[in-house]
């Protein structure tokens, strides 16, 4: 079986400033791993995903991703943020060529100005 | 405009009804799910289904009922028997079948509804 875990519930950064936000997954299996945005009241719109291949993952607005299988990670970064970023961030994971996905608890991304 | 269309947005009921949530979708995407959000509990799967009139449990199937008579469709009945019903509910699909051809492997997901029960 997989699990995620998205180690902070909220974080709060101020405009034009780096972001990391934390993902780690466990899993006695290959996996494909996934973040996915949700602006408020919206469904989920993916972000960037890892299949395979090159461990560093590009995705839309911005954002990017690492895959760390040492340390089983996939933290998502931005060098930096706006406004509009302020949304909620969930990681999930899937073994590979099976049905289900599975979300971590989410880490709210508050922007200031 | 291809896409996976949810309704209604919004939906209140009285304590003790049943209540269905429509799920269609547009994208010949031959998997669908139904997941419950909470908040600070991420995405829980409740069910979810492959092909036409064949569906599994997720793992919070208990109180609520669904069917796949077509391609398109996946209504959610959320039962008089689901305790704590209020919450967000998200649909998604995927093309493919998992381990066949044609198999892709990411979920798109529709708008939600939001249901409060009163």
């Known amino acids: 079986a997989q699990s995620v875990t998205q180690l902070d519930s909220q974080v709060p950064v101020f405009e034009e400033a780096p972001v990391e936000l934390r993902c780690n997954y466990s899993s006695s299996v290959s996996v494909y791993l996934f973040w996915y945005v949700q602006y408020p009241n919206q469904g989920l719109q993916l972000l960037l995903k890892?299949?395979?291949?090159?461990?560093l993952v590009k995705g839309i607005n911005g954002f990017e991703a690492e895959f760390n299988k040492s340390q089983t990670s996939f933290h998502l970064r931005k060098p930096s943020v706006h406004i509009s970023d302020t949304a909620e961030y969930f990681c999930?994971?899937?073994?590979?060529?099976?049905?289900?996905?599975?979300f971590g608890t989410g880490t709210r991304l508050q922007v200031f100005p | 405009d291809g896409g996976i269309t949810q309704s209604p947005k919004y939906l209140f009921r009285k304590e003790g009804q049943n209540v269905t949530l429509s799920c269609e979708q547009n994208l010949n995407h031959d998997a669908m799910y139904w997941y419950r959000q909470d908040p600070g509990q991420g995405l829980r799967l409740i069910y979810y289904?492959?092909?036409?009139?064949?569906?599994q449990k997720g793992d919070i199937a208990e109180g609520y009922s669904v069917s796949r008579e077509k391609k398109e469709s996946f209504p959610l009945t959320v039962t008089s028997a689901q305790k704590n019903p209020t919450a967000f509910y998200l649909c998604?699909?995927?093309?493919?079948?998992?381990?066949?051809?044609?198999?892709?492997?990411?979920?798109?997901f529709g708008p939600g509804t939001r249901l409060t029960v009163l």
């Open positions: 289904s492959q092909i036409v009139n064949d569906f």
């Open positions: 999930a994971v899937s073994a590979r060529n099976t049905d289900k996905l599975i």
């Open positions: 890892y299949l395979s291949g090159s461990t």
């Open positions: 998604a699909s995927r093309k493919g079948l998992a381990g066949g051809r044609g198999y892709t492997d990411t979920q798109y």
